[in-house]
């Protein structure tokens, strides 16, 4: 089944590739996608069935008469284990349940009589695209590979969309280039046997978020443990952040009792008043037999460092290049000390913890209890009386809530508490972004609005799902550039067995203004010491923000004197540059340019990127 170019080969950590079915027409297309570098499974009749780049590691395969699946990315399964699913597979509908059994994060490929089916992974940590070439229907791990076959400029109403701070859900789930369609993360992409007819299949769905933390807790530990093991079993050496949160000293305590060495990484904040330090200090005195890094603070990059230089290839703008500098600054140094891969804490803050939004429907169904709990929420965030009650009575659906949204572009941003107890942070745009722009937001806007249904009907476990793959499209990104720099990273609260064991909890004891990650707390007790359990606040690093600002003004103001945006009628120039020569503008410590400069700074690679790679 598998053949193996002989100049195949790449890192690990940065899996990609493009499915094609069995049919003449789109081995053609295949050999398009084809590299010196490039891997390829084949189907039984020695058509390409996967073309891409992958590690050994990164990948199980297994294949019986008619049917074969491939396990790409992080998964602990064996091959004769894949290999008995693969001879019981009768219909590729019963790949659903070995979906949402396996641990780890990863794409499942499968090929049955002629058909192909594609997915990724709920968290939207692992995407799907296809788009039709050249009459055969192709998926891919990401959308710029369509993009490329296809000769693609990105689409300019998509782009638009992207300036909105912040994007809302369905909008920033979709491709930039039209002709790409996105899967949605819960669901498989089918290509018939035709080679041309294609759906759309649910096979995840959110668990209802009724089971006693007493109960969840044992489960979210298991399925922390597992999702830290699947990256730690194979021994060597991994490094873990332990920033002295709740979320990387979890992390840093499963991996000590795996099978690696541990080396543990800590950047101290640059603030007098970050208490980080002396939390990650707490906890590796518990660790004697982990390597305690801690870096130089002043060292650290700030935000919006190297704008000018990053010439990632990224299929979508992310705000992750804001922080970008910082996230790889350390990666040659853990590299340099045996590092294998990189295990942050990253998602902890979005499965660990949950949104007040759920208190909407909480008032309604248990109103005293609820009206206890939103008057410490009150007190904690310092919400004022009458705009938590106009949030509380606010009753608008999904769909109207978004068309609404599209008629206030331009007002101040929402209170708080309308974000906190709401279906979300409404969407903005600033006075650098023309009025061409905005009407092509908004038309987006309405155009969702019409039939868009929420990701749940409780507005809490809706904003739940919403800030995860929002959170997985930065991440996603950072992996790729973290492999590129040559150690890559994972995130295992991100797995989709440890979402699910977290949403799982009842709200009323998943966020409470008395205490600080409940959920997390109850089940790492046992693991991680009390001592280290009781920190009840993170730190911000608001103070890098500001000084990343003032540092980095002339590069600010040259991203605007030649800006792609610019050129396409999106950005007034003239505005933004001087808003760089102002750094103390008041808004800006709130990132409200974050938007604008992902969309920036990926135009400016993507042309780089078309000038120096060939298209597929």
Not at 274 to 279: A, G, P, V
Not at 342 to 355: F, N, R, Y
Request: charged letters at 25%.
């Amino acid at each position: 089944m598998t053949e193996v170019h002989a100049s195949a080969g790449t890192g690990p950590g940065d899996a990609h590739f493009a499915v094609f079915t069995d049919l003449a027409d789109a081995a053609a297309v295949a050999r398009s996608f084809t590299r010196p570098s490039s891997r390829t499974l084949t189907h039984p009749s020695g058509r390409p069935w996967l073309v891409g780049d992958w590690h050994d590691d990164e990948i199980v395969t297994a294949s019986t008469g008619n049917a074969a699946i491939a396990v790409i990315g992080c998964c602990p399964v064996g091959a004769d284990e894949l290999r008995r699913h693969t001879a019981r597979l009768r219909d590729l509908a019963e790949l659903d349940a070995l979906a949402r059994r396996l641990p780890g994060s990863f794409h499942l490929v499968a090929s049955l009589d002629g058909r192909v089916r594609v997915q990724g992974s709920a968290s939207g940590l692992r995407l799907v695209f296809h788009a039709e070439i050249e009459g055969s229907r192709v998926a891919a791990s990401r959308a710029d590979t369509l993009a490329g076959a296809l000769r693609l400029d990105p689409d300019v109403e998509e782009l638009a969309v992207r300036l909105l701070w912040p994007a809302p859900y369905p909008l920033f789930e979709t491709s930039l280039w039209r002709e790409v369609t996105a899967v949605p993360p819960q669901d498989a992409v089918i290509i018939a046997a035709d080679g041309r007819t294609v759906r759309h299949t649910r096979w995840w769905t959110p668990p209802e978020p009724v089971t006693p933390l007493a109960e969840a807790a044992p489960r979210i530990r298991t399925a922390l443990r597992e999702a830290v093991g699947a990256r730690t079993r194979q021994g060597g050496v991994v490094s873990c952040d332990l920033s002295g949160g709740l979320d990387s000293t979890s992390v840093c305590f499963l991996a000590e009792r795996s099978p690696a060495r541990v080396v543990a990484s800590t950047w101290p904040g640059r603030d007098p008043a970050d208490t980080d330090l002396h939390w990650a200090e707490r906890a590796a005195a518990h660790l004697p037999d982990v390597e305690h890094v801690i870096w130089d603070a002043d060292a650290s990059p700030l935000v919006y460092e190297d704008l000018l230089g990053i010439d990632d290839l990224l299929d979508e703008p992310t705000i992750g290049v804001m922080d970008r500098s910082r996230v790889l600054y350390h990666l040659p140094g853990l590299a340099a000390r045996g590092s294998r891969l990189h295990l942050t804490g990253i998602g902890g803050d979005h499965v660990a913890w949950c949104s007040e939004a759920y208190y909407h429907r909480l008032l309604r169904t248990r109103p005293l209890f609820a009206l206890r709990r939103l008057r410490g929420f009150r007190t904690l965030w310092h919400w004022p009386p009458a705009g938590t009650a106009r949030a509380l009575a606010d009753s608008r659906p999904y769909g109207r809530w978004l068309a609404d949204a599209a008629g206030h572009l331009r007002d101040p941003s929402p209170p708080s508490v309308a974000t906190g107890l709401g279906w979300g942070m409404a969407p903005r745009l600033f006075d650098w972004v023309t009025p061409d722009a905005e009407r092509l937001a908004r038309r987006a806007l309405l155009d969702a609005a019409a039939t868009a249904e929420p990701l749940h009907p409780d507005r809490g476990l809706h904003t739940d799902l919403e800030q995860i793959r929002s959170c997985t499209r930065v991440i996603r990104q950072w992996d790729r550039m973290a492999a590129r720099a040559g150690l890559p990273m994972a995130s295992p609260f991100l797995d989709d067995r440890v979402i699910e064991a977290c949403l799982a909890v009842r709200p009323s004891e998943r966020v409470t203004p008395w205490q600080y990650k409940p959920v997390l707390t109850a089940a790492m007790r046992g693991i991680v010491p009390e001592a280290c359990l009781r920190r009840t606040n993170k730190a911000t690093a608001s103070m890098d923000a500001a000084n990343g600002l003032r540092e980095h003004r002339a590069d600010l103001l040259a991203l605007w004197e030649d800006s792609r945006l610019a050129d396409l009628g999106l950005v007034d120039p003239a505005a933004l540059r001087r808003l760089a020569q102002r750094p103390a503008s008041r808004g800006l410590s709130d990132a409200i340019l974050y938007s604008t400069i992902a969309a920036e700074v990926w135009l400016r690679g993507l042309s780089r990127g078309a000038r120096t790679s060939p298209h597929p």
